[in-house]
């Protein structure tokens, strides 16, 4: 079955860093999303992408963050300057269609830790 | 905002005993989603529920949507040790394309 690509695994960071991590998306899934989980909390939806452009993003989405697709491929997240609540495991995760009942596709994700 | 809570959060069961988790929105839902993740892994998809009532199967695993498209519940027959894991549901909320998750439920099955 077609995965989803995340780099690197971990990403150990200090406060006030920048940091991107990146996703290798599924072929012809077409739109892109970044979740993150704290540990052991709930999985929190940051942004959806689509069409080279930024679909919907949530509250925690702030100036800080920013998402693109560099070269039509690779897909990336980028923190500007890391806080310590930014650690949490970022998943990226893709979808085949904009039908409302097709599954997200997860990567395995990037475990931050910001010291 | 839209918000998706599960009851319980935890849930500690002998193998061989039913299991079930219950999940609820805030506002009425387009569709609901269940995913699987394991320790230390990543939300995998299990089943999607569309219509008002409706009820899926997937071996002993039984979901179900409400009337209303507000709550769902997956019910677990006879756990097993595979089964270990933090149940999310999702909701779609028709306006736009992302999944909000739910709290969560882990279980754990004690041999």
């Known amino acids: 079955e077609p995965e989803v690509t995340q780099t690197p695994s971990h990403q150990v960071t200090q406060m006030g860093q920048e940091v991107i991590l990146r996703c290798v998306p599924i072929?012809?899934?077409?739109?892109f999303y970044w979740y993150r989980q704290i540990l052991g909390q709930k999985v929190e939806f940051l942004v959806s992408f689509y069409n080279n452009e930024i679909s919907e993003k949530s509250e925690i989405f702030d100036d800080q963050f920013s998402v693109e697709r560099p070269d039509g491929s690779n897909f990336t997240l980028k923190i500007r300057s890391t806080k310590l609540e930014d650690s949490a495991m970022y998943f990226c995760a893709n979808q085949q269609s904009s039908s409302y009942n097709s599954p997200l596709h997860f990567g395995n994700g990037t475990r931050l830790t910001v010291t | 905002g839209q918000q998706v809570m599960q009851i319980p959060q935890y849930q500690h069961v002998q193998e061989g005993e039913d299991f079930t988790t219950y999940c609820n929105s805030s506002t009425t839902l387009s569709n609901i989603q269940w995913y699987k993740q394991r320790p230390g892994g990543h939300p995998v998809f299990l089943i999607q529920?569309?219509?008002?009532?409706e009820v899926k199967k997937q071996k002993r695993l039984t979901f179900q949507f409400g009337e209303a498209k507000k709550n769902s519940s997956l019910h677990i027959t006879a756990t097993q040790t595979t089964d270990v894991g933090t149940y999310f549901c999702?909701?779609?909320?028709?306006?736009?394309?992302?999944?909000?998750f739910g709290t969560g439920t882990l279980l754990a099955v004690q041999p």
């Open positions: 999702a909701g779609g909320g028709g306006a736009t394309n992302k999944l909000i």
């Open positions: 529920l569309v219509k008002s009532g």
């Open positions: 072929s012809n899934h077409l739109y």
